[in-house]
Each structure stands twice: as structure tokens, then as C-alpha cells.
């Protein structure tokens, strides 16, 4: 297996965290540099038409995109610890959470971020009110949590 | 088992689709009815405090909100026939799919109506650049697609 990895970016680093709580050794890297646009080569194109970090490719070549659906295949070929669930409900619950904080927070950080940061603007069509709105409505949540 | 429904909206739809594939008939079904803000009442911010439907209650009384969290759930209990895989790299790739889906194309249709609709606009705080770029984006997804 391969895994081509993106350095800081947020979903690379999700899935070295996965591998590290499942005690589970990295496979071989192969850096790709978001800075430098590399993810928007025609080589990586070809690997994820969507241009998306990380990607593992299987020793049978396929090509394995999205973050959860690499974490899954990790958690198949090594069942312990179950960081998915160990049963139904727990599975279910497992997913539910996850996709709380990714609809519910990562996705509003990522939007703030992609759309506001001048690091994003040549990687990004960037659309200042979209950032505004998601910084409003995360610290609105963040306050009620509080209280 | 019992399900709080949420009539037309597509995650909902999404869930009654799910068991009609999988041959399993539908539990209790509790109508929410969004155009009357229902989903934000007290009671069911109480099941689930994302104010989104559906949510399914287990018997023990858990409240399971997400979509593909119920999904997942009724797939094990009833694992035939198979909707999210059969082996690890069959359900990586099932995930895979998934989320190229919601991330790629749902979420964009999604923000074009939730921020551009004259019916959501009691909803939702609309902002009407997002749905804009969503909309040229997705066009030009597709007649990418099409070449």
C-alpha cells in the first residue's frame, strides 16, 4: 500500500491520527504538496478525480479516496481496538458523532478558513460572506454550549 | 423501533429508500413537520439537539440522528442483502462513493436551495453569494462530466 499524504492539511493528519490509535505502522508516503498545487496535477487527477488528500492505493491498485473510507479499510484489515463500534448500536452511535462533528463544526472551520485565509485564495473561489456566515453561526453554537 | 419522519426532505426520503431496498418494512413512523418548524421544537431538540430529521429511537430509548448512522444501523441488523459492502475493500469503496456523493454533489444542491429558495428563507439565514457559487460550480462539474 501507498498513502499519498498532504503534509498539515486537516484530513491527511485524520488519518495518520487513525493509524497511530490503531497501532498500526504507516505505509510507504508519498508527500503531495497542496502549496505547490500538486494535488491538482493531471498525475494525482488520475489517482482522485475529485483532487482531495490523502489517498491509499491498495497493493491491487485501486485507488482509495475520502478519509472515513480509508480509516474503514484500516479498521477491517485490523479489528483491534474497534475504533468504529463494537456492535450495532455502537456503530451507529459511532457514526452518528462523527458525521455531528463534521457537518456541525469541521465543515463551518473548513469554510471559515477556505474562504477567508489569503493562504486559500489561489486554491479557492473564495466567497467572503459564506466565511462571515459560518464564523457567526460557530460562535453561536460555541456560546450556547457554554452556557 | 420508531421513526421521526420529515415528509419530502431528501434525508428522510433517503432512509424510507433504504429499507424499501433492503425489503424491510418501515417501523412507527412520527410525522415532523419542517415547514412548520417542528424540528425545532423544544421536544425534539430534546431527541436531537442538531434539530435535523431523520432520527430513529430504539427501543432502549437511544436517539439515533444521521442519516447514514440509521442506515448503518439497520444494516446490521439486517445484513441481507448487502448495501454497504461485503468485504473491507468493497465497503471502503461503498464509503468512498458516499461521500463523493454528498460531498461533491448533495451538499452543492443542498447550499443552491437552502440559500436561495424563497421557502427557506425562514430556515435558514440565506446567503445568496454561497448558493451562487454552488450553482456555477455544479454546472461546471457536470459539463465537465458531460466532455
Same mark, same amino acid.
Given at each position: 500500500m501507498k498513502l499519498y499524504d498532504g503534509g498539515r492539511a486537516p484530513n491527511p493528519r485524520r488519518v495518520r491520527i487513525f493509524f497511530a490509535e490503531k497501532g498500526v505502522p504507516l505505509p510507504e508516503r508519498v508527500p503531495v504538496d497542496i502549496a505547490k498545487r500538486e494535488h491538482k496535477s493531471e498525475a494525482f487527477t488520475r489517482l482522485?478525480?475529485?483532487? $482531495?488528500?490523502?489517498?491509499?492505493?491498495? %497493493? %491491487?491498485?485501486? !485507488?482509495? !479516496?475520502?478519509?472515513? !473510507?480509508?480509516? $474503514?479499510?484500516?479498521e477491517s484489515l485490523h479489528p483491534q481496538p474497534p475504533l468504529f463500534g463494537r456492535d450495532a448500536r455502537e456503530q451507529a452511535l459511532?457514526?452518528?458523532?462523527? $458525521?455531528r462533528i463534521e457537518l456541525g463544526l469541521f465543515s463551518a472551520v473548513a469554510a471559515?478558513? $477556505? &474562504?477567508? &485565509?489569503?493562504s486559500m485564495a489561489e486554491l479557492e473561489t473564495q466567497v467572503p460572506e459564506w466565511a462571515e456566515a459560518n464564523r457567526e453561526s460557530r460562535a453561536a453554537a460555541f456560546s450556547a454550549a457554554r452556557t
Open positions: 482522485n478525480p475529485s483532487q $482531495r488528500l490523502p489517498v491509499l492505493v491498495l %497493493d %491491487d491498485g485501486t !485507488a482509495l !479516496a475520502e478519509t472515513i !473510507a480509508i480509516c $474503514r479499510y484500516i459511532v457514526e452518528m458523532w462523527n $458525521r471559515v478558513f $477556505r &474562504h477567508s &485565509h489569503p
